[in-house]
């Protein structure tokens, strides 16, 4: 049977703003409060998703959350009406505003952890949302993205998903952003990597000193007991602790991986040859040869791959075998990075040709090609049991284009997410496309 891997890539929403909210995350803290356009950033994505998909690969797409998210408002505290509860946030604690207003969700990468039939016990497309309980605002996306999830991958007999892991420090998910699969081809069973930054339980492991380590080792481990997996069919290891401290606050940052093939920087993990020898043992077992590609610190040092996010880059199959990585812009525009990828695809390796595009607007919250996409490997008939709302074609592409031009605005500051009318604008817009994306009712506004 025929398989695939689908990229859903999440459509930025409406309010998509600079809020400085992510500590650890360079680009996040050095725009914030800078102005955004949403129009742009939602426009930007599409465009990504359509290239994709008129490349030949299969392409889907990911709903955004309400914004402001009233509910997590009046959790807090705060009452009255829905303007009420914006306008006293806005007075009394602009950072919960801002909070509750982040388009984080954009970036699905974090949406959830994925495990495809060929791995799992019960031979079925495992999801896990994820927690993000390091940052508040994250920590409130994960009951909508369920609730998205759910209406996308309905069909039981295919598709099994688990609540996100308990809301703690200790178990600190933050999804597919640090975590791969290698395999031969995406039918068969392959080899799980969940990378994690601390142990929240062995003091044995070491931990950066700086900025938090988003992702422990038993919120990977409980990720992988819920899907049912192997453990002749799962490797983890832990990021470098320093590498944390630069900037590195997902391992996506630092390594891709797809097929049977790793690219990653040379100071990305801790203990890296065992790793590499755990995955090239295991994959061997299911029969894949495992191919590694470090890319030397003489060559691009950490800073540079934090600024020009070239390991948050798709690595993705073409049909002779051979791999395309998608970068972002800030890539052509490092030397030494463009100088390296010229390097890499030129030299008759496995990566062959590399594709440039322009998200400036994710790629100044920290978000390149990759954190926006959420890979999910499927044979033919799970494909045909997805929601096919979410599935990119020429004219949902128009659609949504259509969307985005009537309901985003091109400038958002502070002073706009103060402003009651935003919340309205943004409920009228998304209730259209639960219905272009045939998801029925997923929102706040629309179930409570
Ligand atoms: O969690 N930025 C996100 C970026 C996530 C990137 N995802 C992956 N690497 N997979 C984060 O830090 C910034 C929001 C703000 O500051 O407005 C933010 O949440």
């Not at 998703?49 to 009046?74: C, H, I, S, T, Y």
Request: proline letters at 4%.
């Amino acid at each position: 049977m025929k398989s695939y891997e689908v990229n859903f890539d999440g459509l930025v929403g409406p309010t998509h703003n600079y809020g400085g909210l992510s500590y650890g995350n360079v680009a996040s803290q050095s725009n914030s409060q800078q102005s955004s356009n949403p129009k742009e950033a939602a426009l930007q994505g599409l465009a990504k998703m359509k290239a994709l998909m008129d490349m030949g690969f299969q392409q889907g797409v990911l709903a955004p959350q309400e914004r402001p998210d009233v509910v997590a408002l009046r959790r807090l505290g705060f009452a009255g009406s829905d303007a009420q509860v914006i306008q006293q946030a806005a007075k009394e604690a602009m950072p919960l505003l801002v909070a509750s207003c982040s388009a984080s969700s954009m970036w699905v990468a974090n949406a959830a952890t994925v495990s495809p039939s060929a791995d799992t016990a019960d031979g079925r497309v495992h999801f896990t949302a994820a927690n993000l309980n390091c940052k508040y605002h994250r920590s409130i996306e994960h009951p909508t993205t369920s609730r998205v999830l759910g209406a996308m991958f309905a069909n039981p007999h295919h598709f099994a998903h688990h609540a996100a892991l308990p809301a703690v420090a200790q178990f600190g998910d933050e999804g597919a952003a640090n975590h791969t699969r290698f395999c031969r081809a995406y039918g068969e069973a392959g080899v799980e990597f969940f990378v994690f930054g601390r142990s929240a339980f062995d003091t044995r492991y070491p931990a950066p000193q700086k900025y938090p380590a988003r992702q422990t080792l038993e919120a990977s481990q409980a990720v992988a007991r819920l899907h049912g997996l192997r453990e002749e069919g799962v490797v983890y290891a832990q990021q470098n602790p320093s590498v944390i401290d630069q900037g590195v606050f997902h391992n996506d940052v630092i390594a891709v991986g797809n097929g049977e093939v790793l690219f990653y920087h040379e100071d990305a993990f801790l203990e890296a040859d065992k790793m590499l020898a755990e995955l090239s043992s295991k994959l061997a077992k299911v029969g894949g040869k495992f191919q590694s590609v470090c890319v030397p610190r003489s060559a691009v040092t950490v800073d540079d791959a934090v600024r020009s996010y070239l390991f948050n880059s798709q690595l993705l199959s073409r049909p002779d075998g051979s791999m395309l990585l998608i970068v972002p812009e800030e890539c052509r525009s490092n030397e030494r990075v463009w100088q390296y990828l010229q390097g890499l695809t030129g030299a008759g390796g496995v990566i062959r040709e590399v594709k440039v595009f322009d998200l400036k607007q994710s790629m100044q919250n920290g978000g390149g090609p990759a954190c926006l996409r959420l890979r999910v490997a499927l044979n033919e008939t799970e494909l045909a049991a997805v929601n096919s709302g979410v599935i990119m074609t020429a004219p949902l592409y128009d659609s949504l284009t259509q969307w985005v031009e009537r309901h985003y605005r091109d400038r958002m500051t502070e002073n706009d997410l103060a402003d009651p009318q935003l919340l309205l604008e943004c409920r009228a817009a998304l209730d259209e496309l639960t219905q272009i994306l045939k998801l029925g009712s997923v929102y706040p506004f629309q179930i409570n």
